[in-house]
């Protein structure tokens, strides 16, 4: 499992525009009572503060906000002392929070509350030394893991600005402290071979691949060195010089030389203690982990055995639609051969990189054109969009997000998989690129961090349950756009819901059943038009971080009910683009918090207007 901060900037960096309108009469966000002062003025002096003091203490948040007072530091993840800090913080600022009357604040400020509660709650439950126990011990996987995402954000390309001098001397003083902290995750591991809790031995082989492909890279040709080669235009010859030698220094006699202990030590010592079996179950109390990671990710009470068998159900009904889609084409042969048709079959085949990213942008005016029927609030962020880079795509899913900063300087990222190309095929790409670009990600996180008059923690935090159910329900806009009318495009819809639909089987069936890679990667191959690529990526990263992948589903289906309830309840007074705003304007809520905003809405939208 990797450490709690990492998260919280890989996950939870995630999450209307700042001067957005106000909102509407009939909105739950607002409230002619009249009422004491005091307790809004407490409640942002405490939000204000908890964000100041969070920044202080996980200075790669701020860094990934476009903050730069702590730019020069990484923090002490991967300690007791950070762990201790944040389990205190969070236990002070309950207090604080209970000592406001609640009743006294109005309907956003109430959200802002129950979310802020809800989140410092789940924070003392993941901070409990015996969650610690086995969370702790294993800081980096293959999949989200300090060792990947640091070379981006040191590339010059990344969170990291390279616009000045002290950019380029942050940097390097960030490079010092993380060798440190890579030696520092291998102590972690090494508590956990003496406590029994390991990784598995494919995450570890797949971290040592990883790792293999860095320290290949000529000092040079590293992504270390990539701000060298984009000096700004003020630096003069001596500043060029020095900073060259500076960074191949810093390379050759720290990065690297960290980067090669971790290697060794995971290769030599670790791999033989990891478990061959890759579920949860197989590990000391994983069941237990198991089923905090289950609520942890869909913010709802939720069974193994529940989402499995929600997982059946939906397999089973995209399955039907499949069929039609294969019959409105005129396929001949099975669902399983025409599964193999959409793999295989040339016309489906991208020819390069460069054509790839082009078909992305034409699909993304496509989007741009219609988005005005759907949404009264546009992010000022840029979207931009990029295929991975090639140090780290073969472990990458299909496609990514990467915010970009609250004042729109450095845009949004959507990042799309050309790896092996022969691999991939074209009619996921319409749900892809809704789903992870606009007005999936980039609308909700954009908007969110855009938006000023929340308190940071909702502008810049979030749930998995939300964030991602938010960009899967969007998916389901691209028939009201026109954008499936294709069939198969609209194959690729399903196929890209059906792969949400699998991950509620095969993540409890990996964790809870006992069900092995190969048997994992057979069910989504024999249930989709998947590529073995691309579905052996997403079965070693249900083993990676397990749960993870429920959310998707869950939070889509969420946010789908709700708005039949909306459009049932209100009938002509439904206005699509308002419940969007709703759903978006309070930043990334868990599920129960969602639903009872949108059950108030619904019947403050049910009020006769006043005359």
């Known amino acids: ?297 869909t913010t709802l009470p939720l069974t193994a055995a529940e989402v499995h068998e929600l997982g059946l159900t939906e397999v089973a009904r995209i399955r039907e639609q499949m069929m039609k889609v294969r019959e409105a084409v005129g396929f001949e042969g099975t669902l399983p051969q025409f599964f193999e048709f959409i793999r295989n079959d040339p016309q489906f085949k991208p020819s390069s990189r460069e054509s790839l990213t082009e078909a992305y942008y034409a699909l993304g005016r496509r989007v741009d054109q219609q988005i005005g029927r759907f949404f009264t609030d546009l992010p000022k962020a840029a979207l931009e969009i990029r295929p991975y880079e090639p140090f780290r795509e073969k472990f990458q899913a299909g496609g990514s997000y990467q915010r970009g900063t609250p004042d729109g300087s450095r845009p949004g990222i959507f990042y799309f998989n050309a790896y092996d190309l022969p691999s991939r095929t074209s009619p996921g790409m319409t749900s892809l690129y809704l789903h992870e670009g606009a007005p999936g990600h980039h609308f909700q996180i954009s908007l969110a961090q855009e938006n000023t008059a929340l308190p940071n923690f909702m502008r810049f935090g979030g749930n998995t349950a939300y964030v991602e159910g938010w960009a899967l329900y969007v998916e389901t806009l691209g028939y009201e756009m026109g954008l499936y009318d294709d069939p198969y495009q609209r194959f690729g819809h399903l196929d890209s819901e059906m792969l949400r639909a699998m991950r509620l089987v095969v993540d409890t069936g990996l964790h809870t059943k006992g069900w092995t890679r190969e048997q994992a990667i057979r069910y989504m191959l024999d249930n989709s038009s998947m590529g073995e690529t691309d579905a052996t990526a997403e079965v070693e990263r249900y083993i990676a971080i397990p749960g993870q992948a429920l959310a998707y589903k869950i939070g889509a289906l969420t946010i789908q009910r709700l708005r039949r309830k909306a459009e049932k309840e209100l009938g002509s007074k439904f206005d699509l683009r308002e419940f969007h705003r709703q759903v978006l304007n309070t930043g990334a809520l868990p599920l129960p918090i969602l639903e009872r905003k949108i059950d108030t809405w619904i019947a403050a939208m049910r009020q006769p207007q006043a005359s």
């Open 1 to 297: 499992m990797i450490s709690r901060t990492i998260l919280v900037v890989l996950c939870a960096t995630l999450c209307a525009c700042a001067g957005a309108p106000a909102a509407k009469p009939t909105a739950p966000e607002t409230s002619a009572t009249t009422r004491p002062a005091d307790a809004p003025a407490e409640l942002r002096a405490l939000f204000a503060s908890s964000d100041e003091d969070s920044l202080r203490r996980n200075p790669l948040s701020a860094l990934f906000r476009g903050d730069l007072r702590y730019a020069d530091q990484l923090g002490d993840i991967f300690t007791d002392a950070h762990n201790d800090a944040e389990r205190e913080a969070a236990m002070r600022e309950l207090a604080r929070l209970h000592a406001i009357d609640r009743a006294q604040l109005d309907a956003t400020d109430r959200i802002a509350y129950d979310v802020f509660e809800y989140e410092q709650e789940q924070s003392l439950i993941d901070l409990r030394p015996d969650m610690l126990e086995l969370t702790e011990v294993r800081p980096l996987n293959h999949f989200y893991g300090i060792h990947v995402f640091y070379p981006v954000i040191s590339s010059g390309k990344g969170a990291a600005p390279f616009k000045t001098a002290t950019d380029y001397d942050n940097a390097l003083l960030r490079h010092a402290q993380y060798a440190d902290l890579i030696d520092r995750a291998i102590g972690r591991f090494r508590e956990g071979m003496a406590s029994g809790i390991v990784e598995t031995r494919l995450t570890i082989n797949n971290v040592i691949a990883q790792l293999d492909t860095q320290l290949a890279a000529p000092v040079d040709e590293s992504t270390y060195f990539g701000p060298v080669g984009d000096f700004p235009a003020e630096f003069t010859d001596a500043d060029r010089e020095r900073y060259t030698q500076r960074y191949r220094d810093a390379i050759r006699l720290q990065i690297y030389p960290a980067l090669t202990r971790l290697r060794d030590f995971l290769r030599d010592e670790y791999l033989p203690k990891t478990r061959e079996v890759v579920g949860l179950a197989a590990m000391p109390r994983g069941t237990e982990l198991y089923a905090r990671l289950i609520e942890a990710r």
